[in-house]
């Protein structure tokens, strides 16, 4: 019902800023919240921010805070990702996932493909 894609990632050096975008369509209601994870080499995917649809409220992992900001364009079903000061440590595939809320109370969860960033040292 729901088709996530994620784009803006690539390779960057050490302390430089890149923004991710997660367009997404096809049945584009209801949405409760959006959120990024993040899964590196030989690690669980991790969760790295998210926002709700409605009020706009955010949360980040200790990690990644006052590093990166999400934000969201509930016109264009967009969800945005600015990530500064980047560390070797945030190479990794960035994914994001989109929480429905379905009639009756059910919620549906749905995720991108995910998009690689990889970060030099």
């Known amino acids: 019902q729901v088709h996530l894609v994620e784009s803006g990632g690539g390779l960057v050096q050490a302390g430089g800023s890149l923004r991710l975008s997660c367009a997404a369509s096809?049945?584009?209601?209801?949405?409760?919240?959006m959120e990024w994870y993040r899964q590196a080499p030989g690690k669980g995917r991790e969760f790295v921010a998210s926002?709700?649809?409605?009020?706009?409220?955010?949360y980040y992992a200790d990690s990644v805070k006052g590093r990166f900001a999400i934000s969201r364009d509930n016109a264009k079903n967009t969800v945005y990702l600015q990530m500064n000061s980047l560390k070797p440590e945030d190479t990794a595939i960035y994914y994001c996932?989109?929480?429905?809320?379905?009639?009756?109370?059910?919620?549906?969860?749905?995720w991108g493909r995910g998009t690689q960033v990889t970060v030099s040292s």
């Open positions: 096809g049945r584009t209601i209801n949405f409760s919240d």
């Open positions: 996932n989109a929480d429905q809320l379905e009639l009756g109370g059910s919620m549906e969860t749905y």
């Open positions: 926002i709700t649809w409605s009020g706009g409220a955010t």
